[in-house]
């Protein structure tokens, strides 16, 4: 699926990659903070030792950075997009021509995967969109 980047996405893309050394393939712009999806494998680099190296692209950017690792599996990418929850499982189920993408994660991690008024299953929403042609996100 090709994802489609707006000038200001790709000029963070831009300003991450000089700070980290990590250039990722997806970014989301949002009022408080921005979302980069980083190459699998790469999620170390991008954090660097003791978060390091993503808070001088904090500083440098002068806003909140999250960060996503890409996955070429759909119920991968999902589980990735709601870390730090513990995701226990994710099954796709389409019907009527919608994929939905169903997630399993223990009580106590609920509030972790929906996020400071719902942001980490909306960015997980929009993310698994963008990516995988997933209509919708729900916690099972």
Known sequence: ???????????????????TGVTPTDCLVEEDRIVFVVPAG???????????????????????????EDADDPAAFVANCLAPAAVRNVTLSTQGGSTVAYVEVPQG????????????????????????????????
């Open 1 to 19: 699926m090709t994802v489609t980047l707006s000038d200001d996405a790709r000029q963070y893309i831009a300003a991450f990659a000089d700070a």
């Open 42 to 68: 790469e999620m170390g680099a991008a954090i660097g030792p003791d978060g390091e190296t993503v808070a001088a692209a904090e500083e440098q950017l002068n806003t909140r950075v999250d960060l996503v």
């Open 109 to 140: 991690d609920r509030g972790v995967a929906i996020g400071a008024g719902g942001e980490s299953i909306e960015t997980a929403r929009r993310l698994a969109a963008r990516h995988f042609d997933v209509d919708d996100v729900q916690l099972a």
